[in-house]
């Protein structure tokens, strides 16, 4: 039988941060506001980073049969044009230190804005990115299963959110409450709907019988 999880902490016991290239080595952590932004004519860009530590309070042998995100979008310059993509990411990032060259004091990204594939996140592979189009107010954005699962193991910290949409005058530009925000509805959430492991054990009349 299938079990659907919710998880929905506050910034105390979630990790989400927005990083830019406009201040490319400034740390955002506990401003309210995660952000996503795509300009085509300025070349400016704003990514989000997410993670649920409490996941793995989920058994590791669970199957995933579905994991997204509930967000609360708050702004939105081209609400035509919202098309976020979702990959997981490979680094240990901390909350209150990485920005857009870092996901840590001292220590770079591969490639600025988690942009190394293989070693900042997984940006190509089968699971690498789930394109969910999104509206103003509460919205569900799309996370591969996999990437979940692995989540649960600790095989990657989480999310990046990223706008690949088309840019709209120049530029798409997309603003999501953070777990700082005071009203607890409005924080991120998780949702994930897995099947719990069962173990078939042989019986003497060679039916077998699940624990």
């Avoid at 989920?58 to 098309?83: G, W």
């Avoid at 394109?131 to 569900?140: D, E, I, K």
């Avoid at 193991?153 to 706008?163: E, F, I, V």
């Amino acid at each position: 039988m299938a079990i659907t999880v919710t998880i929905q902490p506050d910034s105390s016991t979630s990790k989400d941060i927005v990083i830019n290239t406009n201040a490319p080595d400034t740390n955002y952590e506990g401003n309210g506001t995660l952000a996503l932004e795509n300009s085509v004519t300025g070349g400016y860009k704003a990514a989000t980073l997410i993670d649920f530590p409490s996941i793995i309070n989920i058994p590791s042998k669970a199957k995933i049969l579905r994991s997204f995100l509930t967000l609360n979008c708050k702004y939105a310059n081209a609400p035509d044009y919202l098309e976020i993509m979702t990959f997981e990411i490979l680094r240990n990032w901390v909350a209150n230190q990485a920005t857009w060259n870092a996901y840590s004091t001292g220590y770079n990204w591969t490639t600025a804005g988690v942009g190394g594939d293989g070693t900042d996140a997984t940006l190509t592979s089968y699971w690498g990115g789930i394109r969910t189009t999104v509206a103003l107010g509460s919205c569900n954005v799309e996370l591969h299963p996999y990437t979940a699962e692995r989540r649960i193991k600790g095989l990657n910290y989480g999310w990046l959110l990223k706008d690949l949409g088309a840019a709209v005058a120049g530029s798409t530009i997309i603003q999501f409450d953070s777990s700082d925000n005071a009203t607890p509805a409005n924080r991120p959430k998780l949702i994930i709907t897995y099947e719990p492991y069962h173990k078939i054990f042989p019986m003497s009349a060679g039916l077998g019988q699940v624990r």
